[in-house]
């Protein structure tokens, strides 16, 4: 898998030593994330999840599932030392890292990534899941267990209702109720796709439970235990 991408980035991958130079690089490539429905045919979808055994790791672990029936095709894990500080907002510069790495030891390219984190759902529009859109030009969605930002209004108790995410007057993503009776997850915008489209995507990938069976899958690995229900 190629992720040789222009970034603006240099060195290894090149991650940016300052919370400061990480922030003005979210500013700068904010702008490549492209908001088109550019998914195409999907036979492969991943979950991407990163643990921290000892907090001073990060473990990344991407799980391969067919689509549309779920199954699981390949998965791949990466273990590196997590140099950047945690900065909320940041996140992405202390498990992209991590993620890159899982991804290129993947037998096959997955036509479509889910994230656990965020989207353009951040205050500077460019989340995990944008950052990892950008750096590797797949179509990402954001699949967030917390809200980061923004406000929305009340949401039905009914499987697959969602409202707008607002920050201001700008709609950043969607609160869905997954499953009704609990609490619901937050869906952003990652790189190529619509929000639209993100949430009949989320919902495709949802069963039973919570979060989204790639989501589920990914956590397993990452965190080397059982599929959380949550």
């Given amino acids: 898998m190629a992720h040789e991408h222009s970034t603006g980035l240099a060195g290894d991958v090149g991650w940016p030593p300052t919370p400061a130079q990480a922030i003005a690089l979210q500013r700068q490539l904010a702008g490549r994330v492209r908001q088109v429905d550019d998914v195409g045919t999907v036979r492969a979808v991943a979950g991407v999840d990163v643990g921290f055994p000892g907090g001073r790791l ?16 390949a998965q791949a894990m990466a273990q590196r030392p997590v140099d950047f500080p945690y900065v909320p907002g940041l996140l992405s510069f202390r498990e992209l890292p991590a993620v890159l790495e899982a991804l290129a030891r993947l037998p096959v390219r997955p036509d479509l990534l889910l994230v656990d984190g965020q989207g353009r759902a951040h ?30 209004d009340p949401l039905p108790d009914r499987r697959g209702a969602w409202v707008a995410l607002r920050d201001g007057d700008e709609v950043v993503g969607a609160v869905l109720r997954s499953r009704a009776g609990v609490k619901p997850i937050y869906v ?5 796709v619509t929000l639209e489209r993100a949430v009949d995507w989320v919902m495709a990938c949802t069963g039973r439970f919570r979060l989204p069976q790639t989501t589920r899958v990914a956590h397993a690995l990452a965190s080397q235990g059982a599929p959380t229900d949550g």
């Fill in 58 to 73: 990060a473990r990344a672990a991407v799980a391969v599932l067919s689509f549309p029936d779920l199954r699981p095709l």
């Fill in 123 to 152: 205050p500077r529009r460019f989340g995990i899941a944008c950052h990892l859109g950008v750096l590797t030009d797949l179509p990402c969605i954001g699949v967030a267990k917390t809200r980061l930002i923004g406000t929305h």
């Fill in 188 to 192: 952003s915008v990652g790189h190529r």
